[in-house]
Every structure is written in structure tokens, then in C-alpha cells.
């Protein structure tokens, strides 16, 4: 019996080559490591995001220091959004995915009303540091809105390898190795990039 075994096992690895196993098997691993690299270009951009944050709130603080609520709420939310790291691994699991999402959506927002005070403060709106942060900022929700959909689309192609029935067979031979991951699904305010309003203050008219 154990000669038997032995025998199909040295049979079944001379096949594998003939079936393309190996070569499927390596389409996997590129799709999924293709993916890890788009995540880390979305994390790239989030922490781009969250780098920019202390400037802003020292600018606000300078011209609109009474606004504490709208600076606690920012600070609050970066440093919950920051606390949240995701591995390869964590990436499969829609509960530890929807947690990361909820996380930078609320700094989103908050920092949305953190960019919204200028209006209450011509000071602040004509304040040249916090114009060029304003122009940062809008272009790095750019990026990450980009980056997002970059990650997704590697997401679905690597998803849609593993059940192709190349995917299903090689997929049990490695142990059931790779994992479908989750996809990044934004909430329906973040598809959009914000858009701050730098229209000059008014000068006053003269009589």
C-alpha cells in the first residue's frame, strides 16, 4: 500500500508540469503580489494625507484657536486612522477591511470641517500657507481616490483567477494558500475629492 502510494505521488509530480501547474501556480503568486503592491501605493497616500494634517492644524490653531471641537475631532480621527494597519492577511477579512474604512472616513470628514473653517476666518482664507496646504490636500485625495481604484481592479483580477478552474486546482495542491481578498468599498461622499473653495475675500468697497 505504501509502495502504491509512493508510486502515484512520483506519477502525479511528473504530470503537473504537462498540466501547467507550475505555471498557474505562478500566475497566482505575480496576481497576488501584484496586489500588495497597489495596497502600499494606497497607504502611500494615506499617509501622505495624514503627514499634512499637523500643518493644517497649526494654521487653523494660529488664526481660529476657539475652534477646539473641530481641532479635537481631527486630531482624533488621525490618530485612529494612523492605528489601523493591514496586512496581506487582514486584507481577506471583510470585518478588519470595513474597520479601516470606517476609520478614514472619519478623518475625511473631520478633516472636511477642519478645511471648511477659512470660511468663518478672512484671515485664515487669505492665509498663503494654508492655500498651498488646501491645493496638497485636494491633490492627494486625488491620488488616493486613484490608488483605491487601482487596488480594486487588482483585486478583481487576482479574485477572478482564483476561480477560474486553473485557480481551483492549484489553489487545494498549495493548501488552500491564497485567499480571496476584500474589496475597498468607499462610502458614497468619499468617491468624490473634495473641493475647497479659495475664491480671494471680498475687498471692501470704497465711497
Known sequence: MKKLFIL????????????GVPQKFDTLVNKDELCEQKWADY??????RADLIP????????????????LKDVAEARAGATQIKLTGE???????????????NQLKGSLSRLMMVQEQYPDLKANQGFHDLNIQ????ENRILRSREQYNASVGDYNRELKRISGRVVNPLTGGEFKPRVYF???PEAAVAPKINMAPTPAPTTK
Do not use: W, Y
Request: hydrophobic fraction near 45%; glycine fraction near 4%.
Open 185 to 187: 468599498k468607499a462610502a
Open 137 to 140: 490636500l485636494e491633490g492627494t
Open 55 to 70: 500643518n493644517a492644524v497649526e494654521i487653523v490653531k494660529a488664526s481660529a484657536a476657539h475652534e477646539h471641537s473641530v
Open 8 to 19: 502515484m505521488c512520483g506519477l502525479l509530480f511528473c504530470l503537473l508540469p504537462a498540466c
Open 43 to 48: 497607504e502611500a497616500q494615506l499617509q501622505r
Open 90 to 104: 487582514d486584507l481577506t477579512n471583510p470585518e478588519k477591511v470595513a474597520a479601516f474604512e470606517k476609520a478614514q
